[in-house]
């Protein structure tokens, strides 16, 4: 790391420019080819699946996407004769718009189902050629001006549908630069000087910047989901920031020490460098953990999300030495450079509040460490009533077409017709034909369904469907319970006796088979996780403690977090005045992501704060002193860093995205109990308790454990010392504390 960073300090304007070089070269790369995002929800092998597939084959026009066009009067009914001369020229405009395959409306002989009971609603379906992922905003965008041509005093014309969702007004980069603002006033205040503060944001932009142009490319290579740079974006720059403040902070502490620019910014890559990129490489292990999941859809996620760590890492210990060799002393203030000048250089020693507050913990281990636990337990709570579910357009905010649509429909045809669900099956011979023309009456006495339509059969004969419409929403929980009642025990009552295998599918049934399956692989995944984490900090660390304590803080930081997501978003507390819809369920693939990065995220403050405690431990063997002297020195550094993530997590919820909105919230509170009451409060108290034991572990397994170390070389000699002190010894030297910290 020292010799890496030397290289890029000698060098710094090569540096520069190859990292200017391959921005610019990827951004004109991803420009060129375009960008190629797939929503793929599909699970190989459930039920759903098979449906989708069936109804492709046997009815090849139904494969593309299906949205609504919805008018409702004030005055009069929709069957008037003028509302239905505007309504099918419409319509019939619509038709011959490009990317649009067929349009049906309500006036046919096939139509009468599609107005409302009082006459007032009325509702056509647009099939899209392609499914929604690959039509162009611009062909959305045509239907949504043709429709909206229509409206006139007394009628009113609203759109739904995936594809119509595309044109809903986007807020642009406002979320970034809000976050991004608000970073760089607390990076001001934090230093004092405008280039040091403004060197870890430039270093995140363009290692952010580069990963964005970069995952457009990866969609041309693998399914990556429309979300997946939006949310690299939003990791990337919180996690990018916090990297290049750790290190920046460390070179003006070198500085202040007398130390010149080129070793100040060797120093600081050779130490913290080394924990940034650990603390990198164990979020990449969390986000890459989802590939064990085998779905396709969060392959893309993962590897995303990983490019832009790993590039954001990259670029903190190269680009960002660089930067500091070409600011040299200007990384002080003007106050601290004439402080150095008048009294030479001098030690840093934590005083003020962070050394009172260090103090403190470790007077009140007991009162305090309870304390914490109450508060995350406590938020913890919502987190056992968490439903994974379908979010519909019924989520999107007030002002939206696609919510006013929903409205409209469920008010005039009930809740159900948003999302219908879609029996198909292959037909063999005359006795499955008479039991599907049957099959309407036995659905239409079940419970649960509010409407069927009658069996629609191929141009063959050998595959057939009809459409079942529940009497309550997508995403409601009674409409789970139909989907299940329906595949448990009506229809393998109807197939008895037949060759018959009717599977249903519709969005509904496809969102609660892919939330079976993560939760089905939810253990697996988060044991792995875990797993992993834990071994790379017991070789770091050389301690059984230090993992299995991090390890039970990240389970605690991510569950409280889900507490919040499900009262903010399932419970619909405050989402509404934030723009983001009334309360809904949580999408199923959020909490294998959340998981993930939350995880990853967590582990960077255990990395940071434990490191500087495990140096200090490795120079004195005094346990308390270490914890105190390490709490002090890096609370700061760390409630700063918070605050920057914090800041630009909350920040993307300006997006005005429902599943980014559930990110930022998600991260921004992880983020906030990690860093004021798990690693300032409870971490500490814990290992005041446990004493030397927290750095113990059996002789058998440090000599078989690898060397990979966070501290520099110079600490090697002494962890070599203590690992041949018994704890015994330890105990001892553990109560010979001297309080050398002022407060």
Not at 459 to 479: E, H, N
Request: some cysteine; aromatic content about 6%.
């Amino acid at each position: 790391m020292a010799a890496l960073a030397r290289w890029c300090v000698r060098h710094r304007l090569i540096t520069v420019l190859l990292w200017l070089l391959a921005f610019g070269g990827v951004s004109a790369a991803a420009a060129a080819a375009g960008s190629a995002y797939s929503n793929d929800y599909e699970v190989p092998g459930t039920e759903s699946g098979r449906a989708t597939r069936l109804l492709e084959e046997g009815f090849p026009g139904l494969g593309g996407d299906s949205d609504t066009v919805v008018w409702h009067t004030t005055d009069g009914t929709v069957r008037s004769h003028a509302v239905r001369r505007t309504m099918t020229r419409t319509l019939d405009r619509i038709a011959d718009l490009p990317g649009v395959a067929s349009v049906s409306g309500p006036y046919g002989r096939h139509g009468a189902h599609r107005i409302s009971a009082d006459g007032h609603t009325a509702y056509g379906t647009v099939t899209f050629a392609q499914q929604a992922e690959h039509i162009g905003k611009s062909e959305a965008e045509a239907v949504v001006r043709t429709a909206r041509a229509a409206e006139r005093d007394g009628l009113r014309v609203e759109l739904g549908g995936s594809a119509i969702g595309l044109t809903e007004s986007a807020r642009g980069h406002t979320a970034e630069v809000v976050g991004v603002a608000v970073a760089a006033v607390v990076l001001f205040l934090a230093f004092g000087s405008l280039a040091a503060s403004l060197l870890p944001i430039a270093t995140a932009l363009v290692g952010v910047g580069t990963a964005y142009a970069g995952i457009g490319l990866l969609g041309h290579a693998m399914t990556v989901a429309d979300f997946a740079p939006m949310l690299g974006l939003l990791i990337g720059l919180g996690v990018g920031i916090d990297y290049a403040l750790f290190i920046v902070t460390r070179h003006r502490r070198g500085l202040k020490r007398g130390l010149s620019v080129t070793e100040a910014a060797t120093n600081a890559v050779a130490t913290t460098g080394r924990a940034v990129v650990f603390a990198g490489a164990t979020v990449c292990i969390a986000l890459l953990g989802m590939l064990i999941l085998r779905l396709g859809f969060l392959d893309g996620v993962a590897v995303a999300a990983s490019l832009t760590v790993v590039l954001t890492v990259a670029a903190s210990v190269t680009l960002l030495p660089a930067l500091l060799a070409c600011i040299g002393p200007r990384a002080l203030s003007r106050r601290e450079r004439r402080r150095l000048a008048r009294r030479g250089p001098r030690p840093e020693l934590p005083t003020g509040l962070a050394a009172r507050w260090s103090a403190f913990v470790e007077r009140r281990p007991k009162l305090l460490g309870s304390l914490a636990v109450a508060v995350i337990a406590l938020l913890a709570l919502p987190t056992l009533s968490l439903h994974l579910g379908t979010s519909d357009q019924g989520d999107d905010p007030r002002s939206s077409t696609t919510r006013q649509a929903y409205d409209l429909l469920a008010q005039g045809f009930g809740p159900g017709v948003n999302g219908p669900l879609t029996l198909v099956t292959r037909v063999d011979g005359g006795d499955d034909k008479l039991v599907l023309d049957g099959l309407d009456t036995t659905l239409r006495s079940t419970r649960g369904v509010a409407q069927v339509t009658p069996v629609t059969y191929d141009s063959g004969g050998d595959t057939a469907y009809l459409t079942v419409v529940p009497d309550s929403a997508p995403q409601s929980q009674r409409t789970s319970d139909l989907v299940d009642r329906l595949r448990t025990e009506v229809l393998p009552r109807a197939e008895t006796g037949t060759s018959l295998d009717v599977h249903v599918g519709g969005v509904t049934a496809s969102y609660d088979d892919f939330a079976d399956v993560i939760v089905g692989k939810l253990p697996l995944f988060i044991g792995v996780v875990i797993g992993l984490g834990c071994l790379l900090l017991l070789v770091a660390f050389r301690s059984l403690g230090i993992p299995l304590k991090a390890a039970a803080m990240n389970i605690a930081a991510v569950a409280a977090a889900f507490g919040i997501v499900v009262a903010v978003f399932q419970w619909g507390w405050g989402s509404e005045p934030l723009g983001l819809g009334r309360e809904g369920p949580i999408e199923p693939f959020l909490p294998v992501i959340m998981v993930s990065v939350l995880f990853g995220l967590s582990m960077d403050y255990q990395v940071f704060l434990v490191s500087r405690m495990y140096e200090e431990w490795l120079e004195t063997g005094d346990n308390r002193r270490a914890v105190r002297v390490g709490l002090a020195e890096t609370s700061r550094v760390i409630n700063s860093a918070a605050v920057i993530m914090i800041s630009v997590f909350l920040a993307f919820v300006l997006s005005g995205d429902r599943v980014i909105a559930m990110f930022g919230i998600a991260l921004a509170s992880a983020v906030a109990l990690d860093a004021f009451v798990l690693r300032t409060l409870l971490v500490p108290a814990l290992m005041h308790l446990l004493g030397a034991a927290n750095w113990w572990l059996p002789g058998w397994l440090e000599r078989r454990l690898p060397r990979i170390s966070i501290e520099p070389p110079e600490c090697r000699a002494a962890h070599e010392r203590l690992s041949r002190v018994s704890m015994e010894e330890l105990r001892e030297e553990q109560q010979r504390d001297v309080r050398d910290i002022p407060g």
